[in-house]
């Protein structure tokens, strides 16, 4: 999903409804997304503390509430998403999603787009550690029984990439989405992809 105008507006209304003057750029939010909140905000505001962090990931959730009661458009989905995840699911792939969003965000998302069906399993911020730590991946692995070499995971930032290295599963970043080439290049991925619709044929499919 294209989040990134969504996730930079209610960071910044997050820290001025906490009393910060600070206003963070389009770029440097593009930097954080994907991981959890708090981790989020301490990448962004490494010189305070965790209670700190806490108070603006707690305001964050606030926000976004609001902004949903008010009407708030669901971030779309890139190009060739939905027509890709149809036809994996439809040649029997399973699906999962890790996420830095929490299960009732993701739940939003996914119910948004018409996704709900599409997808088997599910890790978020509410069940595992942020990313790049592997917890997200091996829990959907025990979940699902398969193994490390069966999956792929496919994601755009580098947290992404690495989550997959850490956890011994085979990663494809994707070009178009928060980080660039370059950050996306420094993690190794295995694959690339420049459009959804390649995924298939990357997948044998």
Known sequence: MDSL???WRTINQAMRNRGFDRAFSRQEVA???GLSL???FAHLL???TEAVW???ALAYKEEFRR?????????PLFSGVAETLRLLYEAGMVLAVATGKSKAGLERSLRAHDLESWFTFFQTADSAPSKPHPAMLTQILD???FSPNETLMVGDTDFDILMARNAGVASCAVTFGCHNRQRLAAAAPDYWLDNMIFLPTLLGL
């Open 38 to 40: 708090e981790t989020a």
């Open 31 to 33: 930097g954080i997304v």
């Open 46 to 48: 490494p010189e305070a």
């Open 54 to 56: 806490r108070s603006l």
């Open 143 to 145: 979940q699902s029984g």
């Open 67 to 75: 902004l949903a009661s008010q009407g708030l458009t669901e971030a």
């Open 5 to 7: 105008d969504n996730i």
